[in-house]
């Protein structure tokens, strides 16, 4: 079973879905933790080439790059993944490039669209947790984390509030799939929201998801 985080940079996806591992793990599901890009060792050259200013890369090589990165994970990791039965946890998956190449570089929607059918054929996130917050707030966070903002981060505020619409055009268009949550939040109160959310789906899923069963 996919469960996908997506959100700007610093909405906290990393932290969230961490926590819900630990939470998960503790809880004594199978469960296990992956991100975009750079899951495999394609996608950790491909995440260096993509988040450092070491080479130039263009609009399109940049696209076709994140979905380079995608189908080698699809392939590795999400399609073995799913014959386990176990729950797999994702940093960032399709919907961020819908929004950062599509809405935000303003790549067409139905190039992506295509390219995705292609890469992920019948595999799909059973539930997305979109951590909404203003960029402002975000790049403040960033900006504390201490790091150097990466060649993505560096993008400004306009670009990051038309991927914060474009985040907020996928949830409106597929309601079922989407739980949009207020990244302001503290996030242990977070953290309660998504486990809240997922325990009664869990349950009524019908796979065995226990460690070691
Ligand atoms: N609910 C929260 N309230 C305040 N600060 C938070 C919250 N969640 C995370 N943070 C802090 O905000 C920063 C960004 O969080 P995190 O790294 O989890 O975001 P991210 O969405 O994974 O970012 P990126 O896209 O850059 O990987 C971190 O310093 C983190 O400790
Ligand atoms: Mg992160």
Redesign the pocket.
Known sequence: MLIT?E????????????EIHNALSLAGLKVRLSREPGATPLGEEIRKILLSDSVPVGNLAELLLFLADRAQHVQDVLRPSRSSGEILLV??FTDATTAYQGYGMGHPLPLIETLHKTILQDIEPFRTFL?DIDPLA?SE??R??GEKK?RI?ERGLEFFRNVRNGYLELAKQNPHRFCVLD?????E??TRSILKDLEPRLLAHPADRRAGG
């Open positions: 985080f959100g700007i940079d610093g909405s906290g996806k990393s932290t969230q879905a961490r940093d960032r951590l975000a966070r960033i504390k984390r990466n981060e990244a302001t939040l503290p996030r109160e977070l």
